[in-house]
């Protein structure tokens, strides 16, 4: 199945439907607004707002231990994956380490979810990273977090955005990732680096001429596309991103690979601006870096692992996909996160 970059790597692969046919399964599917998992009795959840340096308004949901007494906890905040909301798998990930003992906080990305911006369903390597940072000056404040244990875990495309966030940010003291994609190598070469220059050349084309489009209406245009209607000979991955955003067990209303799509302009910032240059600067401060034995993203991780100074971690977890570590409890390593960040925020 051939697709260009822009409606394949940056859609997670979405398969063309009509608008029509979408909205109609999406009114199957969304019957109320609500949370992917449930929240643990151990653990109180309450939702957040904070700034970001360019002034947007993010959204988060704060996980407290009910016991966690008096003394400051450390924290970890949580975003991911691409495309995603903090009612999936970030508040997954957030509601797990609380009952472990962490303060954590699940966020929407810029212009994603609840959070602030506009236009909607966009992304950019700088303000995203820029989002993991924002995070921490929140979590910094908190009477009961003790700013000098904060770390941060970024899933899926966010897994990228947060090593590039750590590396310049010294206050994060420890960075997780899970299933990680990095979305500006991807974007701009492709998948396993196939793309070439021709290829390339041919999108920021076809960009541009959108960009006209879109500055004539006023608005940017946005694909009808979704992981709706997958057919049988779609890859197996996009079965799977299918099996999780379109069905009771990862929808959400206002998730954009649930309910919509990227513009389709999203693509050209990543294209044109790597992330991870410095990821060797992160160390001395520890990496820990989850793929999936089976996923398809799995060399992203790789490569990332192998471009990191010491003190590093890859963790391979046996059978997995890449979408089993959205949400599959006993697959995820959790009890190596809990120790992971046990040992390194103190």
Same mark, same amino acid.
């Given at each position: ?28 599917? /969304?019957?109320? /607004? ?10 109180? $959840? ?6 970001? $340096? ?60 609840? +959070?602030?911006?506009?236009? $909607?369903?966009?992304?950019?390597? /700088? ?15 908190? &009477?009961?977090? /003790? ?63 959108? $960009? ?45 690979? +649930?309910?919509?799509?990227? +513009? ?71 009890? &190596? ?10």
């Amino acid at each position: 199945m051939k697709k260009t970059i822009i409606t394949a790597m940056l859609s997670l692969f979405m398969l063309g439907v009509s608008a029509q046919n979408q909205k109609k399964e999406m009114k199957q599917l /969304d019957t109320t /607004d609500h949370y992917t998992f449930q929240l643990s009795d151990k653990v109180t $959840r309450q939702k957040v707002t904070f700034k970001n $340096r360019f002034g947007i308004t993010l959204t988060g949901d704060l996980y407290v231990p009910k016991n966690g007494g008096t003394a400051s906890l450390a924290a970890v905040a949580i975003s991911g994956p691409y495309g995603a909301v903090k009612e999936q798998s970030s508040g997954l990930y957030a509601n797990q380490l609380a009952q472990r003992g962490f303060i954590t906080l699940a966020f929407d990305p810029s212009y994603t979810g609840e +959070s602030g911006g506009e236009p $909607r369903n966009i992304s950019s390597p /700088d303000i995203n990273t820029e989002d993991f940072s924002a995070a921490v000056d929140f979590l910094g404040l908190q &009477k009961n977090i /003790d700013r000098n244990k904060i770390g941060i875990i970024g899933i899926c495309g966010f897994g990228g955005y947060a090593l590039n966030a750590a590396a310049p940010d010294k206050r994060i003291k420890a960075v997780a990732t899970a299933t990680m994609y990095d979305i500006s190598r991807g974007t701009a070469n492709g998948y396993y680096d196939k793309k070439t220059l021709e290829e390339r050349t041919k999108e920021y084309i076809q960009i541009g001429e959108q $960009r006209w489009k879109d500055a004539e209406k006023g608005t940017p245009a946005y694909g009808a596309t979704g992981l709706a209607n997958v057919p049988e000979n779609a890859p197996q991955f996009v079965k799977e991103y299918a099996a999780y955003y379109r069905t009771n067990r990862g929808f959400h209303p206002r998730s954009l690979n +649930s309910n919509a799509s990227w +513009s389709l302009t999203n693509a050209v910032t990543n294209m044109n601006a790597p992330i991870l240059h410095y990821i060797k600067e992160i160390s001395p401060r520890p990496v820990l870096i989850i793929a999936g034995e089976k996923a398809h993203s799995r060399y992203f991780s790789e490569t990332a692992y192998e471009a990191a100074a010491e003190p590093k971690e890859l963790v391979v977890v046996p059978n997995a996909v890449h979408t089993d570590l959205y949400d599959q409890i006993d697959k995820i390593p959790f009890d &190596k996160l809990e120790t992971f960040f046990k040992e390194n925020l103190k």
